[in-house]
């Protein structure tokens, strides 16, 4: 399958990079590379092709598009933090060129289109286990944009004739996560113990529903599998940690000391974010979750090894951040 | 209590205009006037100030919410009809103007906002009588825009700290609604019957729930009460009407002959929408709704009397169109 991943080079988005061509599907990367090149996908030598650009309508993503039978969109402009005080970054970072690709999309044919979504901030604050038919009550101009997007998509999906996969995505964690930027405590608090700084704990009694990175591209190369249809896909274990709990296994997994500072709840910070991924897993039989000690400890390898925990410039996000 | 109203020569918001000043409220009317001045706000004489402008960022619409109290949004730049080909139009006609407004209004610190949103769009594809805690699930660009309105509203509610109230409006109809581009079945079949023209009926089977305006401004007035809190209402009748039923209602009612043409459904009609409106009507203790054989009676009055039926000029929607 020619398969082309938008912010391929971000956490996510890389990883699925990584699972895709081991499957042997034909992988380009778009992305802004606001590093000057490659910083996550790699070693892959003349298998995946790079390609620069914005995400919107430009002659650089249009060309990119050429051929492609699926496309993942992972490119976001904002965080849940960022967008609380900017509602307007979502409209003119992230609705309107989704649009725009989505125009350029359908011209180019493209078979089907797999998007990122935030089953963390789509939600919004309700309590238990929640379905693909909970309903949607984004409290962030993130979950709100996130939202319309997926409205659009499906809109586009059904007008131009394309068929469309969302991913509604809990707190994914793993390796290369940006530790700065509001993109993920675990990355944040690996960084911050690397540095000899104590951890923050905001609202520790918040429970989040930790996915580790590879299970969801795994879970996510669905969408690179022939077949047709349009489906809305939750990623989540089923199981919530609280805060406090994140902090016990940090203290079991971790071999080094630090210190946790308590901090109040951030206004974006739902109390609750639990997810059924069931529906998804009936496309994987057999399939089981990382646990969260082993993903924790995994990463924790990687970044003490020298893994860069930093995220590019901050206040630009390059890439997604689901949460 | 000082109330603009954006959008206050159109459709609803005039008849919302007419309902506030009975209740001696201090009315200003914000609108694009495309006619060169009111077309269907009038004869409140100096009770009514009229400004002019755009929505959005504008020294117009800055001026005219100084020293406001309640505002309410009346304006769209789009019909469900001309979203589906053009769903960017969501995105730089209602959704970026309308956070610029939000912007405004909380530097202008106003105190509640109410907005007009969309009970036949923002469902979906669902039978049965419809809550507002049923899930949204809007498949036109012009219901995904009224969402993701929704949204920020609300969220600008919560980081400004001013109140909102929602109002999900099913089909709106009754006298000055326009005829043409796609802005309700009943005021486009009367102007078709007094043009002498036959009258299509889009996908027979399709039940909507048809609301009187006069009934529509009434319950809208809540938003003008001294009173605290943000609250989300449909206002709908809670009986839905088919198509052939409503045929069946004008030929009772009509006092002139007319064909009836049939066309296939359109892919923007959603099978039907029938919404409780129990939870405003608590707010109005012994309210009725107007019968619709008693409202089309009434519209048609008006407009065979002379009530100018056409709508400003093609294409451009100039205000609200619920439905």
Sequence with gaps: ???????????????????????????????????????????????????????????????????????????????????????????????????????????????????????????????GLLTEDSPARPVSPYGIGKLAIEGFIRHCCEASGFDCDIYRIANAYGPRQPARGGQGVIANWIARILEGRPLEAFGAGAVRDYVFVEDIAELMSFSARARAGSELFNIGTGRGTSLDGLIEIFRDVI????????????????????????????????????????????????ASAGWKTDSPPLGHPRSEDVR
């Design 255 to 302: 071999p080094a000391r630090f210190e946790v500072v308590r901090r109040p709840g951030r206004a974006f910070d739902v109390p609750s974010i639990v997810l059924s991924g069931e529906r998804l897993l009936k496309e994987f039989p057999g399939f089981c979750y990382t646990a969260l000690e082993e993903g924790i400890r995994r990463t924790w390898a990687e």
């Design 1 to 127: 399958m020619r398969v082309l991943v938008l912010g391929g080079d971000g956490f996510l988005g890389s990883h699925v990079v990584d699972r895709l061509v081991v499957s042997g599907h034909d992988v380009t990367v778009f992305d802004r590379f606001p590093c000057g090149g490659p910083s996550r996908v790699g070693g892959h030598g003349q298998r995946v092709r790079l390609a620069r650009g914005e995400l919107g309508d430009s002659p650089e993503l249009r060309e990119a598009l050429v051929g492609q039978e699926v496309v993942y969109h992972f490119i976001s402009a904002t965080t849940p933090g960022s967008s609380w005080d900017d509602p307007m970054a979502e409209i003119v970072g992230n609705i309107r060129p989704t649009l725009e690709f989505l125009r350029l999309a359908a011209v180019a044919k493209v078979r089907r289109i797999a998007f990122a979504s935030s089953g963390g901030t789509i939600y919004g604050r309700q309590d």
